[in-house]
């Protein structure tokens, strides 16, 4: 074997490093790791055709939108992609405020730095994708009006994708005409241009998404996803405490938690539309956050708290009660849609099958085809459900007296939520009123929470956990319960 000489061996370390640099830099589609929310976000494009995220500054949402444009404009979507894909070349828009934020933001993340020659093709979307020269935009200096893309599927090119930069500034009428498989809004557009986009995909049955700190409060876009049941709608949103520490290190959370004024801190730093006195629980995350529990002691009662869900999501929350301290902590909290009593059961039983189970009145309503109640059902898949539906202790069903407590218990830091809880604490952060009535739109797990709390004394003294025999706790000094009243 021939040795190569010390000056072409340095010549061939320096071409594998120039080449990995180029891939760096040209294909930084292949190194872009989402993290859970991020992921949760791309997945959901699988089955629903409008999705929003609202998120805080800095917190990758407009990364994660580049992200997904990127690979529907080449089709290079990795083996392990759960959302949609597109086996054809797409025509796309991605949209802002102005059109300096479009080439600021989107066209830079996707392209590359304006202006700059040299870093064309730096972007999400890789150099050797783009086909053509983009076209430029009139009035933005270096702005782009349209870029060409190659398009692959299964690997094989089978066309040009074709996408336009557009800005909300210039009106509706702009957004007229054409018939897209893709848009991607980032930051928040008026209503009529969102309509708009939507008759933009109608025949073709493409997608929507738009991503944005939401600063404008409880507008009609906002709305139309926190207070709309629709199964082709979906949203998230990312917190200071869902990012990754490796995006978002300590030092630079700290200078972000002082930098913005108090009214805008929960928006900027959590994505928390601003609700003003609309929002119910008007509290920061911290009042009511604490690391999960690793030990719950055994005289602690416990209790799951459930919504039964018609029409709309199941939730379910594990309450343990500290009677020495007056103190509620929510240890478990989940929502499940399109499911059955059965799958619901399954969830519940491993965590805490010894657990009584409190339930609202709309679980006496009775299946049409048996006559069971929805209570019943519950009932038969081994879940302890209460005898009757949770009353306050005068018999009273008061949601108002519910929303009081809990206050009144976060306020003097006796109802405490783990920090991992992420559905709870959205909702936490999202219930609210219009028009003086609560909405009843993703509400699941704060509607099982009250209902927790009204039925707080019926938690008993039990273990957590799967195992449980039903003979071996018979109760032998009162009948009709589904717990053993002591809690041996």
């Given at each position: 074997?021939?040795?190569?000489?010390?000056?072409?061996?340095?010549?061939?370390?320096?071409?594998?490093?120039?080449?990995?640099?180029?891939?760096?830099?040209?294909?930084?589609?292949?190194?872009?790791?989402?993290?859970?929310?991020?992921?949760?976000?791309?997945?959901?494009?699988?089955?629903?055709?409008?999705?929003?995220?609202f998120a805080g500054n800095q917190y990758g949402?407009?990364?994660?939108?580049?992200?997904?444009?990127?690979?529907?404009?080449?089709?290079?979507?990795?083996?392990?992609?759960?959302g949609r894909r597109f086996d054809h070349p797409v025509r796309a828009w991605a949209a802002n405020e102005t059109g300096l934020l479009a080439?600021?933001?989107?066209?830079?993340?996707?392209?590359?730095?304006?202006?700059?020659?040299?870093?064309?093709?730096?972007?999400?979307?890789?150099?050797?994708?783009?086909?053509d020269k983009p076209t430029?935009?009139?009035?933005?200096?270096?702005?782009?009006?349209?870029?060409?893309?190659?398009h692959k599927t299964n690997g094989v090119v089978d066309g040009v994708s074709i996408m336009k930069f557009k800005s909300y500034e210039q009106g509706r009428t702009k957004f007229q005409g054409e018939t897209l498989d893709v848009i991607w809004l980032d930051e928040e557009c008026p209503m009529d241009i969102y309509t708009e986009c939507l008759a933009r995909i109608t025949m073709t049955g493409g997608m929507v998404y738009t991503t944005f700190t939401p600063l404008k409060g409880k507008t009609d876009l906002v709305c139309r996803f926190l207070d709309e049941e629709?199964?082709?709608?979906?949203?998230?949103?990312?917190?200071?405490?869902?990012?990754?520490?490796?995006?978002?290190?300590?030092?630079?959370r700290e200078k972000l938690l002082n930098q913005y004024p108090a009214h805008e801190r929960e928006a900027r730093l959590k994505?928390?539309?601003?609700?003003?006195s609309g929002r119910i629980f008007s509290y920061a995350d911290e009042m009511v956050m604490e690391p999960a529990l690793t030990h719950i002691p055994p005289h602690w009662t416990k209790l799951w708290s459930i919504d039964f869900g018609i029409g709309h999501p199941f939730g379910a929350t594990l309450i343990a009660w500290d009677k020495d301290n007056d103190v509620?902590?929510?240890?478990?909290?989940?929502?499940?849609?399109?499911?059955?009593?059965?799958?619901?059961?399954?969830?519940?039983?491993?965590?805490?099958?010894?657990?009584?189970?409190?339930?609202?009145q709309d679980g006496t309503a009775r299946e049409k085809s048996t006559g069971e109640t929805l209570a019943a059902a519950y009932k038969k898949?081994?879940?302890?459900?209460?005898?009757?539906?949770?009353?306050?202790?005068?018999?009273?069903?008061?949601?108002?007296?519910?929303?009081?407590?809990?206050?009144?218990?976060?306020?003097?830091?006796?109802?405490?939520?783990?920090?991992?809880?992420?559905?709870?604490?959205?909702?936490?952060?999202?219930?609210?009123?219009?028009d003086g009535q609560i909405v009843k739109v993703h509400d699941d797990l704060m509607s099982a929470t009250r209902i927790g709390v009204m039925a707080k004394r019926f938690g008993r003294q039990v273990p957590l956990g799967g195992f449980y025999n039903p003979k071996r706790h018979q109760n032998d000094v009162a009948s009709g319960l589904d717990f053993d009243f002591f809690g041996s």
């Open positions: 074997m021939t040795i190569p000489k010390r000056s072409e061996a340095l010549a061939q370390l320096q071409e594998t490093l120039e080449a990995a640099l180029a891939r760096r830099t040209e294909r930084r589609l292949d190194f872009f790791e989402p993290y859970a929310k991020q992921q949760a976000f791309l997945d959901a494009g699988a089955t629903h055709r409008e999705r929003m995220l949402k407009s990364e994660v939108g580049a992200d997904e444009m990127a690979l529907h404009l080449t089709g290079e979507y990795p083996d392990d992609w759960m080439r600021d933001v989107q066209q830079k993340k996707l392209c590359g730095e304006p202006g700059v020659d040299s870093a064309f093709g730096t972007g999400f979307i890789p150099k050797a994708a783009f086909t430029l935009a009139r009035g933005v200096t270096d702005a782009f009006d349209t870029i060409f893309v190659q629709d199964p082709d709608r979906w949203h998230t949103t990312i917190t200071m405490d869902d990012v990754p520490e490796s995006i978002l290190p300590k030092e630079r994505g928390v539309p601003m609700m003003g509620l902590h929510i240890v478990e909290a989940f929502r499940m849609s399109d499911a059955m009593p059965i799958l619901h059961a399954k969830r519940m039983k491993p965590i805490g099958a010894a657990v009584p189970v409190a339930w609202p898949e081994g879940l302890l459900m209460l005898a009757g539906h949770a009353t306050w202790p005068d018999g009273g069903v008061s949601t108002e007296a519910g929303i009081l407590e809990m206050q009144q218990r976060i306020v003097t830091g006796r109802l405490k939520v783990a920090n991992h809880l992420g559905e709870w604490l959205e909702e936490f952060r999202n219930y609210h009123r219009k």
